[in-house]
């Protein structure tokens, strides 16, 4: 699997957040995610919410890296900003009008699966986005209840990427790190 990588250093100032917004925005063009597609502006919103937490609450400089898993329409986009901070991230829980506190929410809300993990002096969070995933492909069931004939207690439908048991190692996906967050 090719895997194509770049990055982008931060300096500590809010102002670089539409730096890297604006960075990001042409290497996903380079990349062959076209600007007016969802998962550009899902990107974007990503990118834009990881570079102001590590701005905003470290002040310190950060580095934004993009992983794009493979070429063509299927693979997995991986964001990444490292920052020197030893501070855990923690979500928070905003309430009604309070304007932050939801950077990670929507970071949870929205990739595939997000997690952070210690690096040297500070912390590496990252996110991933699967680019069209396969669909589930759903067996039919036949008549005594079982999907699939002569197996007991099949439901019929086979693993998310096409395959039964396919895990991230099958798909090539990234190995994340022991402090990850998966979508359900």
């Known amino acids: 699997m090719q895997v194509l990588q ?39 919103l990503l990118i834009s919410e990881l570079v102001t ?21 299927a693979g997995t986009v991986r ?5 020197t901070s030893c501070r855990p991230p923690q979500q928070r829980h905003a309430r009604g009008e309070d304007t932050g506190g939801r950077g990670l929410e929507l970071v949870d809300g929205l990739a595939d699966r997000w997690g952070w993990q210690p690096e040297g002096a500070g912390k590496r969070i990252w996110c ?29 439908v086979q693993g998310l990427h096409g395959a039964p048991g396919a895990d991230d190692e099958d798909r090539g996906a990234y190995k994340p790190s022991p402090a990850v967050t998966h979508r359900a």
Do not use: K, Y
């Open 128 to 156: 991933e986005i699967d680019r069209e995933v396969p669909p589930v492909r759903a067996v039919p069931v036949h008549p005594g209840g079982t999907g699939v004939p002569g197996t007991q207690g099949s439901h019929g």
């Open 6 to 44: 770049v990055q982008l250093e931060v300096g500590p100032d809010p102002a670089e957040v539409g730096r890297a917004r604006r960075w990001a925005r042409s290497r996903l063009v380079g990349s062959g995610i076209r600007d007016d597609e969802p998962l550009a502006e899902t990107l974007i």
């Open 79 to 83: 964001v990444e900003v490292a920052d």
């Open 53 to 73: 937490n590590a701005v905003v609450h470290t002040g310190c400089p950060a580095v934004l890296c993009m992983l794009f898993g493979s070429t063509g329409a």
